[in-house]
């Protein structure tokens, strides 16, 4: 199988991750009442691209890097992006949701690859963080540091686009469009990310969003909802 | 203009804290003023309007092991804008050491339309002292659209990843006004308390306020939005919360 075929696979919302269970933090953006159409959900993918976007896909990156670069110090290099990103994190929802889709993702990753080496990853309670274990999945499957940064941007907004498709029942052609018009800048967005790969762990992107902090942790407290976070 | 000032201050071994370094230039001016409790207080007084575009301004803090510092502004630092393609930078560095505090309190930093303005701050708390840490932006005076401002804060709890988080506004933030950041709102900041002694509380949200207990050490986050200068300080008041300074 070429690399192509394997960035599709991993890339894919079909990927058996549970990727589907979330929003991108949309669910609580719409019961706020803050997005509501398909302007909002542009100008919400546009704020998500240029934050946890961003922050995602430079530490799935980095682990890609950490881990394709053979490095003997591979393990504390993963434990020192695990904190960083912790530091990143402020909201505690988010840290566990983070941790959460990790595992999912890497009882994935260990089926799938048995023999890639996932025992690097920190042994922190509630797991590693999503973008690590991205980072480690895309390293197995043989895909670049580029495509890496890509894959994780990718999950950004289409995981928040076709909830939005379900929560607010918007035209699912529209939302594809409005998609297909933001690609050039999850391209970019995926290249800058790929670049701060190779800044010391504390320098990579901290783009913070209080909405995202504050939308995480009122949805944690709702004890009927549609999707995890 | 370039300015740089320092700030050294020093436990007195009677309980109290005294400045080994007070120094400061134009527009960065330290003055002391009479505090209260063991804690020394002192005001950055802005010598000039500003900060400009082209302005790098670098504020030195070192606070001694138990040593305990007040540090406020006297007014809303107005980022402006100057020759084009230039920014105007503030770099707090600081530094906490063993049973030591510092509480930075500043005033509000208002983006001005036009202005391209970059604050970092990098402070190091030593286990078991202190901080607390204020960050506020207001995005544009009143009525205007602002320009771009980021505020970048990393901080480090012994020797380890507290906090990195940088809020960036204006026309070189995508999305920076829409629901997934500020949701329109004109005002937002946080305030950062690191405090061993303070029991472990949980996350909480109360409209756009939110308490949220950090991973990386005795520490809690408030971040907020809101409507209006006056409304962000009311939900990051900070000076409730501390204790015996």
Redo the contacts between chains.
């Keep these: 199988m070429t690399t192509s075929s394997l960035l599709l696979l991993v890339a894919d919302g079909r990927f058996p991750a549970g990727a589907h269970a979330h929003s991108g933090?949309l669910e609580a953006?719409v019961a706020?009442g803050?997005?509501t159409d398909l302007a909002?959900l542009e100008?919400?993918?546009?704020?998500?691209?240029?934050?946890?976007g961003l922050v995602g896909a430079a530490f799935a990156a980095a682990a890609h890097r950490a881990v394709t670069s053979g490095s003997a110090v591979r393990g504390s290099t993963l434990a020192l992006l695990d904190?960083?990103l912790?530091?990143?994190?402020?909201?505690?929802?988010l840290?566990t949701v983070s941790r959460r889709q990790g595992r999912a993702l890497l009882r994935a990753g260990r089926a799938i690859w048995p023999e890639a080496s996932f025992d690097d990853l920190p042994a922190t309670p509630g797991g590693a963080h999503q973008p690590l274990v991205l980072g480690l999945l895309c390293a197995a499957a043989g895909l670049s540091r580029a495509e890496t940064a890509t894959v994780a941007v990718h999950g950004t907004v289409t995981g928040a686009a076709s909830a939005a498709v379900r929560l607010l029942g918007l035209d699912p052609y529209r939302v594809q469009a409005l998609l297909v018009g933001l690609a050039g800048?999850c391209d970019g967005i995926a290249a800058a990310a790929a670049r701060a790969a190779d800044d010391p762990p504390?320098r990579p992107?901290?783009?913070?969003?209080?909405?995202?902090?504050?939308h995480a942790?009122?949805h944690?407290?709702w004890e009927v909802r549609l999707f995890a976070s | 203009m370039r300015a740089y000032a320092r700030l050294v201050a020093r436990a007195d071994g009677r309980g109290g804290t005294v400045l080994a370094e007070l120094r400061g230039e134009t527009p960065l001016l330290l003055r002391q003023t009479p505090g209260r409790g063991r804690a020394v207080t002192v005001y950055v007084v802005g010598g000039a309007a500003g900060p400009l575009a082209g302005d790098d301004l670098r504020l030195e803090i070192d606070v001694g092991p138990g040593a305990a510092v007040r540090l406020h502004t006297v007014a809303a630092s107005v980022a402006l804008p100057g020759r084009p393609g230039v920014v105007s930078r503030m770099v707090v560095r600081a530094v906490v050491r063993d049973g030591g505090a510092l509480h930075w309190l500043p005033e509000q930093l208002v983006a001005a339309a036009g202005c391209a303005h970059l604050a970092e701050s990098r402070v190091e708390v030593a286990a078991g002292a202190r901080l607390t840490w204020r960050d506020e932006v207001i995005c544009g005076r009143y009525g205007e659209a602002p320009g771009s401002a980021v505020v970048?804060t990393?901080?480090d709890y012994d020797g380890?990843?507290?906090?990195?988080?940088?809020?960036?506004v204006g026309p070189g933030?995508?999305?920076?006004?829409?629901?997934?950041?500020?949701?329109g709102a004109p005002a937002?900041g946080?305030l950062l308390v690191v405090d061993p002694s303070l029991p472990h509380e949980?996350?909480?949200?109360e409209g756009?306020?939110?308490r949220?207990?950090?991973?990386?050490g005795p520490a809690t986050?408030w971040?907020?939005?809101a409507a209006d200068a006056h409304t962000l300080r009311a939900h990051l008041e900070g000076e409730p919360l501390l204790t015996e300074v």
């Design positions: 933090g953006a706020a803050r997005v909002t100008a919400f993918l546009a704020g998500r691209l240029a934050t946890a904190a960083e912790d530091a990143r994190t402020a909201a505690p929802a840290r800048r504390e992107a901290a783009a913070a969003a209080p909405l995202a902090d504050i942790e009122a944690a407290t | 970048h990393r901080v380890r990843p507290l906090l990195r988080q940088s809020l960036a933030a995508p999305g920076w006004a829409g629901p997934a950041v500020l949701g937002t946080s949980s996350a909480t949200v756009t306020v939110a949220l207990p950090l991973a990386g986050l971040t907020a939005t």
